[in-house]
């Protein structure tokens, strides 16, 4: 379970004709990495609580090398009561909190359970991803939301991609945290819409 191999298994999915690419989260990096390695099946980006460098650094927003770290290690150890835990994370800032992780257990349930094998492979591309380059050399239209209160990629990361990409688009959803798929659907869905149209109307 590698960067690589996930990237050419969604190849796989796609349509014939160039697409729409929508990623959330790692799903995120995974979308910028096919708009590299396959240009001509992707016609647009849309990035949603995403960052193309998840770890912290000195110049650049993101998560603490040592939390993750102790996620890592805490998933080894306690696979169950760590996935809890990072659930509750994604929702901790939102005002109607317990609603929210309500609705992500009930839409996980609904889901084939991820191995903690999977998991751990996720985290780990997750400690060494690095995608800025790729989003700066992106010729397509590019949109990224974020959620104002996402304690996992902060607002700032939108600021520094447009840094990057001076193309790209950031749409900030008022009170929404690292979900807004699931807490925030017809914000989300009214923003894609719009994007998609505009793309489509400027090719």
Not at 146 to 170: F, M, Y
Request: net charge neutral; proline share 5%; charged share 20%.
């Amino acid at each position: 379970y590698t960067l690589e191999s996930v990237v050419d298994a969604v190849y796989a999915q796609l349509p014939e004709h160039a697409c729409v690419l929508i990623g959330w989260s790692l799903g995120g990096n995974v979308a910028l990495r096919l708009a590299e390695k396959y240009p001509q099946k992707i016609k647009s980006l849309v990035l949603i609580a995403s960052n193309p460098h998840f770890m912290e650094t000195k110049n650049w927003p993101g998560v603490q090398a040592d939390v993750l770290q102790l996620f890592t290690n805490n998933l080894q150890k306690n696979p169950a009561p760590t996935l809890l835990r990072f659930m509750s994370i994604q929702v901790q800032e939102m005002d109607d909190k317990k609603a929210s992780l309500k609705q992500i257990k009930q839409a996980l349930q609904e889901c084939a359970p991820s191995s903690p094998e999977v998991l751990m492979a996720g985290l780990g591309i997750l400690q060494a991803v690095d995608q800025r380059k790729i989003l700066s050399s992106l010729r397509i239209p590019v949109m990224m939301i974020l959620g104002e209160l996402d304690t996992l990629v902060p607002v700032s990361v939108g600021e520094q991609c447009q840094l990057l990409q001076a193309r790209l688009e950031v749409h900030l959803i008022a009170g929404a945290g690292h979900i807004p798929f699931i807490t925030d659907q017809k914000q989300l869905l009214a923003l894609i819409h719009d994007f998609t149209r505009r793309s489509d109307c400027n090719a």
